[in-house]
């Protein structure tokens, strides 16, 4: 099925470890994002890539890196895992798609990732 | 910068009834959509109903519809006819539309609305 595929689906780290989630898109989308999403503060773009090989600051990058590995892969980093980087968080890529008359932009989201840092 | 706002955190309906979830934004920006996320508990975004700037008409989608008040900057859902399987976190969300690559979506903080049977 096409679509937006984020590994893993949970994950506990320790203070201070790393890891890396992973995301992949096969709708051949230019756009791709990572969203966490807290409760009470809805769903804040961390980084987001307008196209392979660029990526762009989103409102809550500290902490966190990215890779556009390609056009169907961007990848988020946590380097040294932190307590407040505890969350849900949400791979998505975007492109274009047509209801009735008219064009548009569209986002698809991946099923996201439960992070829990002790 | 946009903001999106939902100052409703949750919100309570009757099965079959009617309810409205409040939403306003703001942006300097003349073209840009209007979107309705929802999100059941798993998980998943879905996308409830989309609108764009230019269009004065109200997009609907069988049961959902909303009034978008572009002057008052102002988009709100209504959904007729609740339905128990609609219970769910709503979000509202804003994209602003340059005929580029870097359309972010941004979303407000959700209305967590209860259908009752």
């Known amino acids: 099925n096409a679509g937006v595929t984020q590994t893993p689906k949970f994950q506990v780290l320790k203070t201070g470890q790393s890891m890396t989630l992973q995301c992949a898109q096969d709708m051949n989308h230019n756009s791709m994002y990572w969203y966490r999403q807290d409760p009470g503060m809805g769903l804040r773009l961390i980084y987001y890539?307008?196209?392979?090989?660029?990526?762009d600051k989103g409102e809550v990058p500290n902490g966190y890196n990215v890779s556009r590995l390609n056009k169907r892969e961007f990848s988020l980093r946590l380097e040294s895992a932190a307590p407040s980087q505890t969350s849900v968080y949400f791979c998505a890529s975007s492109g274009a798609f047509k209801q009735r008359d008219t064009w548009g932009e569209k986002l698809f989201f991946g099923s996201g990732t439960q992070l829990s840092v002790l | 910068a946009q903001t999106v706002t939902q100052s409703q955190p949750e919100m309570s309906v009757q099965e079959a009834e009617t309810v409205t979830l409040s939403c306003t934004y703001d942006t300097s920006e003349n073209n840009y959509y209007l979107f309705w996320y929802k999100q059941p508990p798993s998980r998943q975004m879905i996308l409830v109903i989309r609108?764009?700037?230019?269009?004065?008409q109200n997009a609907t989608e069988n049961r959902f519809s909303v009034n978008f008040q572009k002057a008052a900057k102002s988009f709100s859902l209504k959904i007729s006819d609740s339905q128990l399987g609609d219970t769910a976190m709503y979000f509202c969300a804003f994209m602003n539309w340059d005929g580029g690559a870097t359309n972010k979506l941004i979303f407000g903080t959700g209305t967590l609305l209860a259908v009752q049977p």
């Open positions: 609108q764009e700037a230019y269009k004065q």
């Open positions: 890539s307008a196209s392979e090989g660029t990526t």
